[in-house]
């Protein structure tokens, strides 16, 4: 939450406080109400025109310029994670995956594989050293989603971290 507290950008969804539920153990987010997400439009009416994919995209790589310059990875884009508010801006948001890299450190050497499986890097599912590049790779994967309508590689059938690192090493 800490993270999300201090990130301020118009193409970042904004945090507005958490509340801690401790008889549950669970936690509540508050974040900007914004009603559409690239799924949910695909879902509703179907692949992107190339002029709205290139608009998306653009928006989403500000985004990026922003955390990436503030040391940040996002780890999970995908359509769900991409909202689009009334007005067309488009704000990245579920940042439980994103991590902070530290000031000395060029890529994450914990080989934590996390974010979904049909947008994650190579590196991340063979549990390679990664960094900020990650996001690029996952962000093409949804420029292919909102182009065609489908997550990359979901012809392949191939629904498991596992089975999709299997395919790479072929």
Known sequence: MELMRQLKHPNIV????????AAERTI????????????????????????????VTRQILEGLVYLHAKRVVHR????????IDDRGVVK?????????LDLNQLGLGDHTRVGSPYFMAPEVLLRQEYGAQVDIWSLAGAMLEMATGNPPWATLNLRTPVALKEWIKR
């Open 14 to 21: 904004c945090y507005l406080g958490a509340e801690l539920h």
């Open 92 to 100: 990245l948001c579920d940042f439980g995956a994103s991590k902070m």
């Open 76 to 83: 999970d884009i995908k359509g769900s994670n991409i909202l």
């Open 28 to 55: 509540s987010i508050f974040q900007e109400w914004v009603p559409m997400s690239v799924t949910s439009l695909l879902v509703n009416f179907g692949p992107f025109k190339e002029r709205r994919v290139v608009q």
